[in-house]
């Protein structure tokens, strides 16, 4: 409606201006009607602002537009007066345009939303369509194939892959696979791994799922991130907040400005016209309306850009400090590294064989829910090359089957103990085994308390043998190299040393690259696990300041040490790293669509369990920054010509031209980040 009324306005002070040239009385007066027309459209809803700002005991800059305007008419300069306002609505029209074009970008995300689920009754299997503010925790979802997800939840039944752009950013999909036996009413589904869980407003691919509620309909991730993101734009940066002080003292001086140059004709020998059309001249000039558009387009449009990649910026205030950040911590555990142990090496004994070792321990270890367990298995699976999936050996060490339940083709182990602290044992056909680490064989030399508690563990089984001097040298080398060790050894002869280790994601030595280039001075790692893991994954991923066996006190200390000297982030889990996280100038958390704390701590919250939007993020603030600047130094360098310029006579025509070309120009400059890609991805 802004712009039809702006173009009737233009329309008809075109036609005025043209008939009014003419020396014809007659058309004369109907040129004036034509203006005063002009003048009525033009300003219609910059007077609705300007009574309400009034109201508000606000001088916003509609009431400057609207006293200049209306100065132009007494003067006897109505056309210029339409004029300006003709231009103004134009540019408020275009403004809103634009703007509303960055808001549609976020919007788009509530389009995503389902509407209604199939729901599958739990005693008849009948299948019936709900709304999907209906569903309830631990309902039965039908997901056809090639339709979008209904709920957020656990898969428990079929297989597919999943495009998960729409929550996560990620840009290929993803598979999917059921989790047996879950109930969301008492297992917690952020502990599953990823490929058993999916979000709503995601596209299922080809194959037909079911799958099990674990959120009610505003509880879901893309609700959230949908509330997040709308209400960032509420958050105003650090710059927003110094222009609209700025603004607060500079439009009553302007005024102040404008009434002292209405008494020019007092001490110059010119009419009082002249010194009202140049104070009005003055009155437009000094108009910030660029200036009050600078920060918030830029910011508007950089949290819509990176929404659409999974990045959510939460508000103006993160977006600008990440732009400025030197130092970044980050987690090892989960953030540079799988977050899940993987045999990294396996050093066998004398004429016996690596998978023959992996064997033995995968046969004593699938009995076991340690964390190193599974681990073990995917190793002898993969030794033997079988089909086996990673999800039925999570599931075959979370329920205590043995690994022969599963396919894979390992001894039977019985009389399985647990001895703890050091490991297991077992017998494997008439032979005792052993699994465990170097305190498991060396227990007789350990202090009196703790040979009281081993030979408690170990009565009623044959004791192990003391290790000889090439086990010895294996754990303490492995060891060293920041690897959990786990020694096997059959009746009488050790078999090998495996080496267990976290390893690093594959894209994390790039994106440490990609951060130095984007002016990251410092990456440095924090983490909890002994020094010697740490320093192998620094080594491994290119990071130079590593601290090891810290705790999440240490991680503070260090995070404010560091935020002394320079901005700082950090990045983890929002979890474990929730002190150092408050205490970074930045807290970003990655891989949050999972994880309720993550999305609520962090400042930035990467959606997808991915590290390379880590790099997108900071250069995105940095353009976004830049933008920002480029913005302040065109509205605050036209005010700096144009009021000069007026006072020296410039028409009043002119400065309204330059006046919202300028503010035009800040808005197409912000709405470039739209279409931002970092040069260095």
Excluded at 142 to 171: H, L
Excluded at 408 to 427: E, F, K, Y
Excluded at 529 to 556: H, M, T, W
Aim: proline share 4%; glycine share 8%; net charge negative.
């Amino acid at each position: 409606m802004q712009l039809s009324f702006a173009v009737t306005a233009g329309v008809t002070l075109v036609i005025g201006w043209l008939i009014g040239t003419g020396d014809d009385t007659d058309g004369a007066t109907v040129a004036t009607w034509l203006i005063g027309i002009s003048l009525f459209f033009g300003g219609f809803f910059a007077t609705i602002d300007a009574v309400a700002g009034l109201w508000a005991r606000r001088f916003q800059i509609d009431f400057l537009m609207i006293v200049a305007a209306l100065g132009a008419v007494y003067i006897g300069h109505a056309a210029e007066g339409a004029l300006l306002l003709v231009l103004f609505s134009l540019g408020h029209a275009a403004e809103h345009y634009a703007l509303d074009r960055a808001q549609r970008s976020i919007e788009s995300l509530a389009t995503l939303r389902p509407t209604s689920a199939l729901v599958a009754d739990p005693d008849s299997g009948e299948v019936r369509e709900v709304a999907v503010e209906a569903l309830c925790i631990g309902d039965t979802v039908v997901v056809r194939p090639d339709s979008r997800i209904a709920a957020d939840g656990v898969v428990i039944d079929g297989e597919s892959n999943v495009d998960q752009s729409s929550v996560t950013g990620e840009s290929m999909p993803v598979d999917k696979l059921p989790a047996a036996g879950f109930d969301p009413l008492v297992d917690d589904w952020q502990s599953l791994a990823s490929e058993h869980k999916v979000f709503a407003g995601t596209i299922n691919g080809g194959g037909a799922m079911r799958l099990r509620v674990t959120r009610v309909a505003e509880d879901m991730t893309l609700a959230r991130v949908i509330r997040m993101v709308t209400e960032a734009k509420t958050h105003r940066s650090p710059t927003q907040r110094l222009t609209d002080s700025f603004e607060r003292y500079f439009v009553p001086a302007v005024l102040t400005f404008v009434v002292l140059l209405l008494f020019t004709f007092v001490v110059f020998d010119e009419p009082f016209s002249a010194s009202l059309y140049r104070a009005l001249g003055v009155l437009v000039a000094a108009s910030p309306c660029a200036l009050a558009l600078a920060t918030p387009s830029a910011v508007l449009s950089a949290v819509a850009r990176g929404g659409r990649d999974g990045v959510l910026f939460k508000g103006g205030g993160p977006l600008e400090e990440l732009g400025r950040v030197e130092v970044i911590g980050l987690d090892k555990t989960g953030t540079l590294t799988v977050g899940k142990p993987a045999v990294v090496e396996v050093i066998a004994g004398p004429g016996e064989s690596a998978d023959e070792t992996l064997r033995i321990a995968a046969a004593v270890e699938s009995h076991s829910d340690h964390p190193l367990a599974g681990a073990i298995i995917r190793a002898a699976q993969q030794a033997e090359s079988s089909e086996i999936s990673d999800a039925d050996i999570e599931n075959t060490v979370m329920s205590g089957r043995s690994a022969t339940d599963i396919g894979l083709r390992t001894p039977i182990a019985v009389q399985i103990r647990r001895l703890t602290g050091r490991g297991m044992s077992a017998t494997i056909g008439t032979e005792p085994v052993w699994v465990g680490n170097l305190r498991l064989f060396q227990w007789r030399t350990e202090p009196r308390s703790a040979t009281a508690a081993s030979s408690a563990d170990l009565d009623s089984a044959v004791e192990p043998p003391q290790p000889p001097d090439w086990v010895v040298e294996a754990d303490r080398e492995l060891r060293h190299r920041g690897q959990t060790t786990m020694i096997v050894c059959r009746g009488e002869v050790f078999l090998g040393v495996i080496g267990l280790a976290d390893t690093t994601r594959p894209a994390a030595a790039a994106m440490i690259g990609l951060l130095r280039k984007l002016g990251i001075k410092q990456v440095v790692m924090l983490s909890g696990d002994n020094q010697f893991a740490a320093e192998a994954i620094a080594r491994e991923v290119g990071i130079d300041e590593i601290y090891g066996d810290l705790s999440p006190e240490d991680k503070l200390d260090i995070i404010e040490r560091l935020a002394e000297r320079s901005a700082v982030a950090m990045i983890g889990d929002g979890v474990n790293d929730a002190p150092a996280l408050a205490a970074a100038t930045v807290s970003i958390a990655m891989g949050a669509a999972g994880s309720d704390v993550a999305l609520e701590t962090a400042d930035i919250a990467l959606m997808a369990d991915d590290l390379t939007k880590l790099p997108l993020a900071v250069a995105l603030s940095r353009r976004a920054s830049q933008v920002i600047r480029q913005n302040l130094w065109i509205s605050l360098g036209m005010i700096a010509v144009l009021v000069p310029a007026t006072l020296m006579g410039l028409q009043l025509a002119v400065a309204v031209v330059f006046h919202e070309g300028s503010t035009l120009l800040v808005v197409a400059n912000a709405l470039r980040l739209l279409a931002y890609r970092p040069t260095a991805e």
